[in-house]
């Protein structure tokens, strides 16, 4: 693959091709890069290549050459996912990168020359919007395989039709969740006013009730009183005798 670096207007600094063939690992790729005249690579944090340029002034242009990466034979770009047009951590974040929907003047247009060799100073990049489109536009439009995913089957056709594929998914999902959730919020209003029918206290009824048994309380307490009566009566005149 092919690293260069250029001024603003296109023309070459300095470049590099290089064999991916004899690094046995990343890190030694990014020395390599390192050993580029005008060029800057380190891994970040969470194992991303970064490739800069040290000068504000200059750019970096990347060509795929020859290069095939991983067990998808990507080019060097796509496995590395320089410059990607979309960005995520996730599905739920999945987004065109915020500096593109900005202005257009971080779309790569341009493309780095595959001639043998390059001469500094000369112009050595092509740019052609029309092309960039159309391999967009073929990219969206055309047959992609997708693999299966939360709880989509496996399906091949184009991001279009799997977008909607997705937008009908969930909506399937939102309107089953849903009716679930009226089904549920009904069980428990029944259940609610079952349990309330057979263990709430009704007011009007226990007032009643206490009413009636202070009644037989009271009655109770004066049969009580005239029996305790009778029998001091009785005692008293046994005691006479």
Same mark, same amino acid.
């Given at each position: $693959? ?5 001024? %603003? @207007?296109?023309?070459?600094? /300095? ?6 063939? /004899? ?14 005249? +005008?060029?800057?690579? @380190? ?15 200059? &750019?970096?242009?990347?060509? +795929?050459?020859?290069?095939?990466? &991983?067990?998808? &034979? ?8 320089? #410059? ?13 990168? %915020? *500096? ?7 779309? @790569? ?24 489109? #159309? ?16 709880? =989509? ?7 279009? *039709?799997?977008? /909607? ?9 939102? /309107? ?16 609610? #006013? %079952?349990?309330?029918?057979?263990? +709430? ?26 029996? #305790?009566? $009778?029998?001091?009566? =009785?005692?008293?005149?046994?005691? @006479?005798?």
């Amino acid at each position: $693959m092919r690293l260069a670096v250029t001024d %603003s @207007s296109g023309k070459l600094i /300095s470049y590099s091709d290089l064999d991916l063939s /004899s690094y046995s690992n990343v890190g030694d790729l990014v020395n390599a890069i390192n050993g580029v005249s +005008g060029l800057s690579a @380190s891994i970040d944090s969470s194992g991303h290549l970064k490739i800069a340029t040290t000068a504000s002034n200059t &750019g970096v242009s990347i060509a +795929g050459l020859t290069s095939s990466v &991983g067990s998808a &034979g990507e080019s060097f770009s796509d496995y590395f996912g320089l #410059n990607d047009l979309v960005t995520a951590t996730g599905a739920s974040d999945i987004a065109v990168r %915020s *500096d593109i929907l900005s202005g257009k003047t971080s779309l @790569s247009l341009a493309t780095l020359s595959s001639s043998a060799t390059l001469i500094t100073g000369s112009s050595v990049l092509s740019s052609d919007g029309a092309s960039a489109a #159309n391999a967009l536009y073929d990219a969206l439009t055309g047959s992609t395989s997708f693999k299966a995913v939360g709880g =989509l089957a496996a399906v091949t056709g184009s991001f279009a *039709d799997f977008a /909607s594929t997705i937008v009908s998914s969930v909506a399937g999902k939102a /309107s089953q969740a849903s009716s679930t959730y009226s089904a549920k919020e009904a069980a428990q209003s029944t259940y609610a #006013n %079952s349990l309330s029918s057979q263990s +709430g206290v009704n007011l009007d009824e226990e007032s009643a009730r206490l009413s009636e048994l202070q009644n037989k309380y009271t009655a109770a307490s004066q049969l009580i009183q005239a029996i #305790n009566a $009778m029998f001091t009566a =009785l005692v008293s005149a046994v005691s @006479s005798t």
